[in-house]
């Protein structure tokens, strides 16, 4: 086997294909990334840790064709620190041989023919465009669980009823669900997964480049996803278990509602928190006209700030924890924050609006529970 190749090129497929490796795989040979490179001027790189498999097509000038496994990180590592000149890779007996420049590595094999073949794509389902997917994965896996004790919670409930696709996600204190349009393969599918939510967030690091990503899903009975875009293809299985009924948890009438502009109300809960102590919450006071925003008490730092704020309904004074409500808020993506309560111990719900008097954008909600003041 041997190709040439751009450095820049190889070091964004190779990175691209190791991102998922494990750091402590089940068997040391699944660390490996597996090379094929075609006499047709096609190479292909892949991983699989018999959850997660990504797979990259990329051109390169073949000279040889023939396939090898090699340490997946430390040939990125080498690749990301070559000069920015032509890469030459070849197979010279059991050592891959890589040279740039005035650069020259030789890296150990690991025997190709005991890695695991890669699982076939799912039956497509549908399409959707890629920066769309990206939005609404980042603005959903924020509410994920990161406790690998509760496995069922790091994942993202995706529901595909038609031409809508719908994803939720919680950790039990907040939930976050975005409803987005799509095109699915058959217009009146009806199917529902729970995706890992770093599976998703990977995705979206990666196959946000413009274009539409293909998503493919087992039929019932199945246990794989699939995602593809730009000669990138990643499959993932599925979580198991039942996920919780969490869209009754939004509340249908709210008796207060409040809208702040989005970017300084950020900003004002940064600062303000700089002196919350762990657990505690920001509180924030919502009188007509305005809102204020405190963190602190007693013989500890306090800080305070006011601002523009317009209320329907009675003055309320609340309390979120700043981490959560700051997610929430940078999730939503638009200049002003919708905040309904019910009452000041109830979840409240965070949405999205493009002005003052605009109408509120429900496409993604953001119900948060608040924190005794």
Not at 19 to 47: C, F, H, K, N, Y
Not at 137 to 153: C, E, G, H, N
Not at 235 to 241: C, P
Request: charged share 20%; net charge negative.
């Amino acid at each position: 086997m041997k190709f040439h190749l751009d450095r820049g090129v190889l070091g964004d497929a190779v990175s691209w294909a190791t991102r998922t490796l494990p750091v402590r795989p089940a068997l040391p040979i699944l660390q490996g990334v597996r090379i094929v490179a075609e006499t047709s001027g096609s190479l292909q790189l892949s991983t699989f840790d018999y959850e997660v498999s990504a797979q990259i097509q990329l051109d390169a000038e073949v000279e040889q064709g023939g396939e090898v496994l090699v340490q997946g990180r430390m040939l990125s590592d080498i690749v990301r620190a070559l000069p920015n000149k032509d890469v030459s890779v070849s197979l010279e007996g059991t050592k891959l041989q890589v040279r740039c420049g005035s650069s020259r590595f030789a890296l150990a094999t690991l025997p190709v023919e005991e890695y695991p073949q890669l699982p076939a794509m799912p039956p497509r389902a549908g399409a959707v465009p890629a920066d769309v997917f990206a939005q609404a994965i980042s603005q959903v896996t924020v509410a994920a669980s990161k406790d690998d004790t509760l496995p069922l919670l790091t994942g993202v409930k995706v529901e595909i009823s038609g031409e809508t696709m719908t994803l939720m996600a919680t950790d039990r204190y907040r939930l976050a669900m975005r409803e987005l349009t799509w095109t699915p393969s058959s217009p009146g599918a009806e199917q529902t997964a729970l995706v890992r939510g770093r599976t998703l967030q990977e995705v979206a690091r990666s196959l946000a480049t413009g274009g539409s990503v293909e998503v493919a899903l087992a039929e019932e009975g199945g246990n794989l996803v699939g995602f593809e875009a730009g000669g990138r293809r990643t499959t993932s299985t599925l979580v198991d278990g039942d996920y919780p009924p969490v869209r009754r948890l939004f509340p249908e009438q709210s008796a207060i509602t409040a809208v702040v502009a989005t970017a300084p109300l950020i900003e004002a809960v940064k600062r303000v928190s700089l002196v919350a102590e762990r657990n505690t919450p920001v509180r924030l006071s919502f009188t007509e006209g305005q809102v204020a925003l405190e963190a602190g008490a007693g013989d500890d730092a306090q800080a305070s700030e006011v601002l523009e704020a317009q209320l329907e309904g009675e003055d309320l004074v609340v309390g979120f924890n700043s981490g959560f409500l700051l997610d929430g808020l940078q999730a939503l993506g638009t200049d002003f924050a919708r905040l309904t309560f019910t009452d000041s111990i109830k979840p409240s719900v965070m949405s999205g609006q493009e002005s003052l008097e605009g109408t509120p954008d429900t496409s993604y909600r953001y119900l948060i529970m608040p924190m005794r003041t």
